[in-house]
């Protein structure tokens, strides 16, 4: 067990490592969207119809991030590998219907969608131009999903957390070839383009682990039933996630021009530090579902709480430098060309209100995968209607007093809930949980944080009269150092397992 703990935490590591590398990439793909397009008309009508596709695809995301794998696990332990195979290619063919259907019934009914926006008939028209352009995105996506999922099963993990590579590279090049000749169909082409661009690139992945593409799509085998039937909370509870975004979107589009753009660039850079857990909350779900085959809740819970760790150790530090940074971050990577100013400060102000929340997500994105490893989607399901129901209270509340960062600091509220509630019922489910050293060390890092806000705080003010770049350098590495140290001093475990395991000179530790 210690060596497939070391393994897990090897892994993790490397595979965070990429997602920032293509974060670093991704980074770059907004700057370019910001500098051709600015905050305004055309932004707005996109950010609304992806956020119209993304829900359609949830169906597809749902299925292959939460119930798939399980599945696919058990039949190839249990019965061989071309039963998973052919179970794999089954849940890909019945997918792909569901998704071409969904297609066309939304090709037909998207005018009647965007009526609940703010947008006036002008916009409108500009939003359904989007919509039916990515719309094609939903047949592609459910190969996109099985080839994630298949080879996260097999752990083969590279091939999933590369695909930001081709994403990003295929925006950028379609936008700088085509320049703002066509407006929002080029942006739609360039999100369309993106996803046919992963595929391919995982089509190099896939010989490696034996896959063989054979169409069937049967939705009466009792793998698909069973599926569903898991599925339908765990679905549940993503579209309630999912309907933050669109609550967080639509009172966007009620607050003025670029307000919608202003929300989807402030979660591009959350989506930096998400990238960060998300591939990592990937990795882990392939261990706890082997441990979940074999009845194994001890690892399992070990497993879990050392990730949960390791990630909050990262992540609070990145919030307390972040927030008062925050309009130096947005001025950095999106101020030039079309994006003004004043579209800054409009994405500065939800950016800052969004970045408590990323404590939330951190926790929240390794406790779902360990109720999925247990296939429990329910419990999830009604958390998340929790925190749903207070994030849209709280938007339209907040909203009315502090504008868009009412809106993001809402959205915080709900995701931290979240968190908090699906710890509650994991207490109540398994009774000890061994969460109390955990608390301990979440303790610790709190501690360490206060030193950490103090050198953010006078860096800012020290170097007031300098450029963004500069400021936020000086803030980032004060803070990082102030935070460290006591971090260092308190014994903080998850600062300690990092160094005992990629340090040389803390390698001798007792196992």
């Known amino acids: ?27 770059l793909r907004e700057m370019i969207i910001a500098y051709v397009f600015g905050a305004g008309a055309v932004t707005d009508a996109y950010a609304i119809a992806a956020r119209i596709v993304g829900t359609a695809a949830l169906l597809a995301n749902v299925y292959f991030s939460s119930v798939f794998l399980p599945t696919y696990t058990r039949l190839r332990e249990n019965r ?17 219907v569901v998704n071409a259907v969904l297609m066309v019934l939304l090709q037909l009914t998207a005018p009647l969608v965007l009526k609940i926006t703010g947008f006036d008939v002008a916009q409108a028209s500009v939003a359904l131009t989007a919509v039916r352009i990515l719309l094609f995105q939903l047949p592609f996506m459910a190969f996109l999903s099985l080839f994630i999922g298949y080879l996260t099963a097999r752990k083969s993990f590279f091939g999933p957390n590369l695909v930001g590579y081709p ?10 070839l085509m320049g703002t000749r066509s407006g929002v169909v080029e942006l739609s082409v360039a999100g369309l383009l993106s996803v046919i661009s992963q595929i391919i690139f995982l089509l190099i992945w896939l010989p490696k682990e034996k896959y063989r593409y054979r169409f069937s799509a049967r939705f009466n085998t009792p793998e698909i039933r069973d599926g569903i039937r898991l599925m339908i909370p765990a679905l549940l509870g993503f579209a ?39 591939p990592a909350s990937g990795v882990v779900f392939s261990y706890l579902s082997d ?89 999830p ?22 504008g868009i960062a009412g809106v993001a600091l809402a959205t915080s509220i709900g995701t931290l809930i979240s968190a908090l509630l699906l710890i509650i019922a994991l207490r109540r489910k ?33 170097l007031s009269g300098t450029g963004a770049l500069v400021r936020f350098a000086a803030c980032t590495m004060a803070g990082g150092a102030a935070y460290l140290v006591p971090a260092f001093l308190l014994k903080e475990m998850a600062l300690r397992d990092l160094m005992q395991r990629f340090l040389p000179m803390s390698s001798h530790r007792p196992h």
């Open 1 to 27: 067990m210690p060596n497939k703990k070391l393994r897990i935490i090897d892994t993790v590591a490397i595979i965070t490592i990429i997602a920032a590398a293509s974060k670093v990439l991704g980074f």
């Open 80 to 96: 061989s590998e071309e039963s998973a195979l052919s179970f794999a290619n089954n849940s890909l063919g019945v997918t792909l």
């Open 167 to 176: 994403l990003n590279i295929t925006i950028i090049t379609v936008c700088l």
């Open 240 to 278: 309630v996630a999912d309907l933050n975004a669109w609550v967080d979107t639509v009172i966007a589009t009620y607050l003025g021009e670029g307000s919608a753009a202003a929300i989807r660039f402030a979660a591009q850079l959350i989506a930096f530090v998400n990238l960060l857990i998300v």
């Open 291 to 379: 441990y979940a085959a074999k009845n194994d809740t001890e690892n399992m819970l070990a497993v879990l709480w050392k990730t949960i760790r390791a990630i909050l150790f990262i992540v609070i530090p990145i919030v307390i430098i972040a927030i008062p940074t925050s309009g130096d971050i947005v001025r950095i990577v999106y101020q030039r060309g079309e994006f003004t100013s004043d579209a800054a400060s409009l994405t500065a102000s939800a950016f800052a209100w969004y970045l408590p929340g990323l404590l939330g997500i951190a926790a929240h994105a390794f406790l779902l995968r360990f109720y999925h490893a247990l296939q429990d989607t329910k419990t």
């Open 381 to 402: 399901m009604l958390c998340g209607i929790v925190s749903v129901s207070v994030n849209i209270v709280l938007s339209i509340l907040l909203s009315r007093v502090m």
């Open 430 to 462: 398994m009774g000890p949980m061994g969460f109390g050293e955990t608390a301990i060390d979440i303790g610790k890092m709190i501690l360490s944080a206060i030193p950490c806000v103090l050198a953010v705080l006078g860096s800012g003010f020290i």
